[in-house]
């Protein structure tokens, strides 16, 4: 049924930049070696499941428009048909990677004995795909957030049965992501805050959360799994007020409850803007705190002011980005996973194709943009040279506790000292990147 699906559509592969093929990258050579590693193994492709092969096209003002074979796969027989319309997609697109929840893969079962014996059915089906094309699993996550039962949040439900419920999956997608060799485990808490202060305790809910991350971090450690785990911040939607705003909100949880040294982030450019921030924010807040893991990578329509999924398109943002995780030394366990979706009206099997082979076009572009930022030194240069005069021997002391507020006093009334103002230089940094990108 889904073998044809794709039917016609080439294997994407290098061509160059002055190619006129349609069905062909033009910047994304995966064996182009850059910073002395090649482009596959900087960038970690990974396609998500969600939005590609479950999501139906509508919005809140319409319904579906996209008609699949596999619609509506609430059998197992449909679910593996979606299987291999996705692995056909990664091979197609030579993408070492992929993502998924477990309710898009599996069928909704009657219940959680169910639904885990669904899992483990496509789990083993997964198994035998990804041995045949060689696709990974970048990373596994359990929805607890699309079925009714969540509509108070997860770990932070008022229900004790339903933050039961919710850490019993959390344990058998784990499970699963630990069979499947998942190279992270990925915690999205999609309703984990609240819609008012009415009907919500806050300091209860801090403390269901702190103990199921704690529970998810044991359990890691007692079935050796070696991936990363990841929280992934976002400040609203679908919930008004969300606990895992953004990186600096997450790390003050992590410290709260113990899990700093623990747990990573999974960084997304479009939850980024909903907090206020640019991607290279987030991204760069995380390296300074300890805490990157892995990216998102996907845009938001700046004049809807929501989260849209749309697909990378803008050069300039992704180097900056990239030039940042590159200065923290790349991805280790992390990669690029795509968590974009097409437009509704965009309803052809092609169109699915297309929008992940431009997508990835840009990121080739943005990256090897970054990676000249970071060869060339220049902003690297200049952000050192500004910060230069902490390194004098009194500036050392007053960072490292040496001297108090009245020593500083006494010294700046002393010697008489006057400081004038310098340059930040923003536009010609500003400039600088230009040449790159």
């Given at each position: 049924?889904?073998?044809?699906?794709?039917?016609?559509?080439?294997?994407?592969?290098?061509?160059?930049?002055?190619?006129?093929?349609?069905?062909?990258?033009?910047?994304?050579?995966?064996?182009?070696?850059?910073?002395?590693?090649?482009?596959?193994?900087?960038?970690?492709?990974?396609?998500?499941?969600?939005?590609?092969?479950?999501?139906?096209?509508?919005?809140?003002?319409?319904?579906?428009?996209?008609?699949?074979?596999?619609?509506?796969?609430?059998?197992?027989?449909?679910?593996?048909?979606?299987?291999?319309?996705?692995?056909?997609?990664?091979?197609?697109?030579?993408?070492?990677?992929?993502?998924?929840?477990?309710?898009?893969?599996?069928?909704?079962?009657?219940?959680?004995?169910?639904?885990?014996?669904?899992?483990?059915?496509?789990?083993?089906?997964?198994?035998?795909?990804?041995?045949?094309?060689?696709?990974?699993?970048?990373?596994?996550?359990?929805?607890?957030?699309?079925?009714?039962?969540?509509?108070?949040?997860?770990?932070?439900?008022?229900?004790?049965?339903?933050?039961?419920?919710?850490?019993?999956?959390?344990?058998?997608?784990?499970?699963?992501?630990?069979?499947?060799?998942?190279?992270?485990?990925?915690?999205?808490?999609?309703?984990?805050?609240?819609?008012?202060?009415?009907?919500?305790?806050?300091?209860?809910?801090?403390?269901?959360?702190?103990?199921?991350?704690?529970?998810?971090?044991?359990?890691?450690?007692?079935?050796?799994?070696?991936?990363?785990?990841?929280?992934?911040?976002?400040?609203?939607?679908?919930?008004?007020?969300?606990?895992?705003?953004?990186?600096?909100?997450?790390?003050?949880?992590?410290?709260?409850?113990?899990?700093?040294?623990?747990?990573?982030?999974?960084?997304?450019?479009?939850?980024?803007?909903?907090?206020?921030?640019?991607?290279?924010?987030?991204?760069?807040?995380?390296?300074?705190?300890?805490?990157?893991?892995?990216?998102?990578?996907?845009?938001?329509?700046?004049?809807?002011?929501?989260?849209?999924?749309?697909?990378?398109?803008?050069?300039?943002?992704?180097?900056?980005?990239?030039?940042?995780?590159?200065?923290?030394?790349?991805?280790?366990?992390?990669?690029?996973?795509?968590?974009?979706?097409?437009?509704?009206?965009?309803?052809?099997?092609?169109?699915?194709?297309?929008?992940?082979?431009?997508?990835?076009?840009?990121?080739?572009?943005?990256?090897?943009?970054?990676?000249?930022?970071?060869?060339?030194?220049?902003?690297?240069?200049?952000?050192t040279d500004r910060y230069a005069g902490w390194q004098g021997e009194t500036a050392a002391k007053m960072l490292n506790g040496e001297m108090d507020l009245d020593q500083i006093a006494q010294m700046v009334e002393t010697t008489d000292l006057r400081p004038e103002p310098k340059s930040g230089k923003q536009e010609y940094l500003e400039n600088v990147i230009n040449r790159f990108v």
């Amino acid at each position: 049924m889904t073998q044809c699906y794709f039917q016609n559509i080439p294997d994407i592969t290098y061509e160059g930049p002055n190619s006129t093929n349609t069905f062909a990258y033009r910047h994304y050579d995966p064996s182009e070696v850059v910073m002395g590693k090649t482009m596959a193994e900087h960038l970690r492709l990974a396609v998500c499941y969600w939005h590609n092969f479950v999501w139906p096209g509508n919005d809140p003002f319409g319904g579906q428009t996209f008609e699949r074979p596999w619609f509506p796969a609430d059998s197992m027989e449909l679910a593996k048909a979606k299987a291999d319309a996705a692995f056909d997609m990664f091979r197609i697109l030579n993408v070492p990677y992929f993502c998924f929840h477990d309710a898009d893969v599996r069928p909704e079962g009657q219940s959680f004995a169910e639904n885990t014996r669904n899992l483990n059915e496509i789990a083993d089906y997964f198994a035998d795909k990804m041995e045949e094309t060689g696709t990974k699993l970048l990373w596994g996550t359990a929805n607890l957030f699309s079925h009714r039962r969540y509509m108070g949040g997860a770990a932070s439900n008022p229900d004790p049965d339903v933050f039961a419920f919710g850490a019993a999956t959390v344990k058998t997608c784990m499970d699963v992501t630990h069979r499947l060799n998942g190279e992270n485990y990925v915690l999205w808490g999609g309703r984990e805050g609240y819609e008012t202060l009415l009907n919500t305790d806050l300091r209860h809910e801090d403390q269901q959360l702190g103990r199921f991350m704690n529970m998810v971090v044991e359990y890691k450690h007692k079935i050796g799994f070696k991936g990363a785990l990841l929280i992934e911040p976002k400040p609203q939607e679908p919930t008004k007020h969300q606990y895992d705003y953004d990186v600096a909100t997450v790390y003050g949880f992590l410290k709260r409850h113990g899990l700093e040294n623990e747990i990573k982030l999974n960084l997304e450019q479009g939850h980024a803007i909903l907090a206020g921030h640019s991607f290279e924010h987030e991204i760069a807040m995380a390296q300074s705190l300890g805490l990157f893991g892995s990216i998102d990578m996907n845009r938001n329509d700046y004049q809807s002011g929501w989260d849209t999924d749309q697909f990378p398109n803008n050069v300039p943002e992704v180097a900056l980005a990239y030039y940042y995780i590159l200065q923290g030394g790349g991805f280790s366990t992390g990669g690029t996973n795509f968590d974009a979706k097409l437009r509704r009206q965009s309803i052809d099997p092609e169109d699915l194709i297309l929008a992940h082979a431009g997508a990835i076009d840009v990121c080739a572009r943005g990256f090897k943009a970054a990676a000249k930022m970071i060869e060339d030194g220049t902003m690297a240069d200049f952000v050192t040279d500004r910060y230069a005069g902490w390194q004098g021997e009194t500036a050392a002391k007053m960072l490292n506790g040496e001297m108090d507020l009245d020593q500083i006093a006494q010294m700046v009334e002393t010697t008489d000292l006057r400081p004038e103002p310098k340059s930040g230089k923003q536009e010609y940094l500003e400039n600088v990147i230009n040449r790159f990108v």
